[in-house]
């Protein structure tokens, strides 16, 4: 799915984090039950789920540190087991300041025990943008998710999404911004299949059609896992992405990333370590990469108050750039 938004004009990491759009909202980030392991996966020798492909580098880039920039204060309510919402408030001298208002609808756990409820998300901001996406399982093996993307008064995009999540392999297909009128459409397909107990192969194929254009991208996967490290590769006509996570103790974990694309000619490389003190209730996560980029963020829980205090700061010293970040999450 990410190369359908990719597709779409959504932003990637080059220009990041300096980068004068406001950061990026988590309304495309499925929640925690819909990538973990299915209730009818087997645990008598059988080759596990290999789950969506999507979150196939999702372990190396949760190491690395979210880009804060200015001042943030994110208020979160929990109303019910099943509603909650949050206000997210942020004034920045680099990109627009901007207010936006987040409300999920999901599964409770006791209700999920006997049926799987959908899961509705809705995001919209000061400047009038929504983002909204509902996830539904159609049988015990059949997920169905659609997304709705507006920038102020314009659509951006709609896509709708199927998988299918077998015993031993998972398949999807996503539909993207398909337009009768000017005979446009991004159609993607994934497919991962476990060879081993640690190895998955798979692949993606981006196809899109257009007035003027009209090509395809195929993309190869790979993933192997061990109990304390991840290695996965993906490598096609576009570029190649190829990631690696380690996690040392109960501590320390780290995660390496290489990415490179054809269009812009252009490879990074970066570097990034997560660090737990569970005595202080911290945690810190640092980056640098190959474009001369140092940053990291501190996340301090102020025990007894349900409030975490965030302070970031990110260095490019090629561009003689420094941005730097305060930020409070309650709830």
Not at 281 to 302: A, H, P, Q, T, Y
Request: proline letters at 5%.
């Amino acid at each position: 799915m990410g190369s359908v938004l990719a597709l779409s004009s959504s932003p990637g990491r080059q220009n990041w984090p300096f980068s004068t759009d406001p950061p990026p909202s988590h309304w495309n980030a499925h929640p925690a039950h819909w990538d973990s392991p299915p209730r009818w996966e087997r645990r008598d020798g059988r080759l596990p789920n290999p789950g969506s492909f999507h979150s196939l580098h999702r372990s190396c880039k949760d190491v690395f540190p979210q880009q804060i920039e200015g001042v943030k204060m994110i208020l979160n309510k929990t109303l019910s087991s099943f509603f909650k919402v949050s206000h997210t408030l942020h004034l920045s001298a680099v990109s627009p300041s901007y207010y936006r208002f987040h409300v999920e609808h999901l599964q409770s756990d006791d209700y999920s025990k006997d049926k799987d409820a959908p899961a509705l998300i809705g995001e919209m901001d000061s400047s009038g943008s929504l983002n909204a996406h509902a996830l539904l399982h159609l049988t015990e093996r059949v997920r169905a998710r659609t997304v709705f993307q507006t920038q102020q008064s314009q659509f951006v995009t709609w896509q709708f999404e199927t998988e299918y999540r077998g015993n031993d392999f998972t398949a999807a297909v996503t539909v993207a911004n398909p337009d009768v009128l000017r005979e446009s459409v991004i159609l993607v397909a994934h497919f991962l299949q476990s060879v081993s107990s640690g190895l998955v192969l798979g692949g993606e194929l981006v196809y899109h059609r257009g007035r003027a254009e009209e090509g395809g991208i195929l993309t190869l996967a790979g993933q192997y896992t061990r109990p304390n490290w991840v290695a996965t590769l993906n490598a096609g006509k576009g570029g190649a992405h190829a990631s690696y996570y380690h996690r040392a103790n109960k501590q320390i974990q780290v995660g390496v990333e290489f990415e490179a694309s054809t269009r812009t000619q252009e490879t990074t490389t970066s570097f990034g370590y997560q660090m737990e003190l569970p005595e202080a209730n911290m945690v810190f996560r640092g980056m640098i990469n190959s474009r001369c980029i140092i940053g990291g963020v501190l996340e301090k829980r102020l025990t007894p108050l349900p409030a975490t205090l965030i302070m970031g700061a990110f260095v490019n010293h090629r561009g003689d750039k420094l941005q730097v970040g305060l930020g409070i999450n309650v709830g």
